[in-house]
C-alpha cells in the first residue's frame, strides 16, 4: 500500500471513529440542498449509512438523483482550526436498504447510535447507504488528498 493512501485512509478511520455528524449533499433539481445526518462507515470505507424519515426534502431528492456528497470534519469553532482542521468529502450515490438487509443494517446502525433505536426501527425510517466512489482528505488547510474505493 503506497504511503499516503495508507496515510489517507488512517486519518479517516480515526476521524469516523470520533465524530458521529456529517453533512450530507443532496440534489433537487440541480440546485445543492444540504442536511445534518448521523452517520457510520463500514470498516472497508466502502460504504457510509445514516438514517432518514421519507418524508424529509432529503430522501424525497435521493430518490430523484441518488448521487450525494458528505462532508465529515473535526472542527472545534476555534481560530485555530483553519490549520489544524481535517476535512473529509465522501463522494458515492446513495440508496435505500431493503429486506434482509435493512436488519442487518440496522443493528450495524445502531451500533454507533444507540439513542436513535426507535427513530431509526419505526416504519417510517429508511436506512440509506452510500456507496463510496471518492474520499477528499483536506488538512492544514490546502492540503488535499484522494482515497478511491475499488
Not at 440542498?33 to 424525497?60: G, N
Not at 436506512?127 to 475499488?150: C, D, G, P
Request: aromatic share 10%; glycine share 4%; charged share 20%.
Amino acid at each position: 500500500m503506497h504511503e499516503n493512501t495508507r496515510y489517507v485512509e488512517e486519518t479517516i478511520r480515526k476521524l469516523f471513529q470520533i465524530q458521529k455528524l456529517g453533512v450530507l449533499s443532496t440534489q433537487n433539481s440541480g440546485q445543492p440542498y444540504a442536511s445534518l445526518v448521523a452517520f457510520v462507515a463500514d470498516e472497508e470505507l466502502a460504504h457510509l449509512y445514516f438514517a432518514t424519515a421519507r418524508t424529509t426534502r432529503k430522501y424525497h431528492n435521493l430518490e430523484t438523483d441518488p448521487r450525494v456528497a458528505m462532508l465529515m470534519d473535526s472542527r472545534s469553532n476555534l481560530d485555530s482550526d483553519i490549520h489544524e482542521a481535517v476535512a473529509v468529502t465522501a463522494i458515492g450515490t446513495a440508496s435505500e436498504i431493503r429486506g434482509q438487509d435493512k436488519s442487518h443494517g440496522v443493528n450495524f446502525y445502531l451500533s454507533k447510535h444507540p439513542y436513535l433505536q426507535d427513530f431509526v426501527r419505526a416504519e417510517s425510517c429508511a436506512l440509506i447507504r452510500i456507496a463510496v466512489k471518492t474520499y477528499y482528505l483536506v488538512s492544514r488547510f490546502q492540503q488535499v488528498m484522494e482515497l478511491h474505493i475499488s
